[in-house]
């Protein structure tokens, strides 16, 4: 059956990196596009990136861009989240989920373009 899991979350300082893997198995990994989300207490589920398998185009939330870098590895069935200059705010369980190829600008963000979901990963940034 489809699996996606988190891993490389943890507690950060302000200003420090994180890299946040979503190894995936039991579907064809390189024919879906692959999201990042996360929810913080309180707060609904938001899109963070994605990154579409028809043509490799990347989206982010403007909170996060130019700060985190998404790209996948087709050859181990793995996606990453590289995040960079932390902040307070980014802290939040972080997920991973699979969608269907054809994401663009104005779907990517949505969470009901996602067919399913790992079980997230805790990010916490604080001095």
């Known amino acids: 059956q489809v699996q996606l899991v988190e891993s490389g979350g943890g507690l950060v300082q302000p200003g420090g990196s994180l890299r946040l893997s979503c190894a995936a198995s039991?579907?064809?990994?390189?024919?879906?596009?692959i999201g990042w989300f996360r929810q913080a207490p309180g707060k609904e589920r938001e899109g963070v990136s994605s990154?579409?398998?028809?043509?490799?185009?990347?989206y982010y939330a403007d909170s996060v861009k130019g700060r985190f870098t998404i790209s996948r590895d087709n050859a181990k069935n793995t996606a990453y989240l590289q995040m960079s200059s932390l902040e307070p705010e980014d802290t939040a369980v972080y997920y991973c989920?699979?969608?269907?190829?054809?994401?663009?600008?104005?779907?990517?963000?949505?969470?009901?373009?996602?067919?399913?979901w790992g079980q997230g990963t805790q990010v916490t940034v604080s001095s």
């Open positions: 990154i579409s398998s028809y043509d490799g185009s990347t």
């Open positions: 039991g579907f064809a990994f390189d024919r879906y596009s």
């Open positions: 989920a699979i969608a269907p190829p054809f994401i663009d600008e104005t779907t990517w963000s949505n969470s009901r373009a996602y067919n399913y």
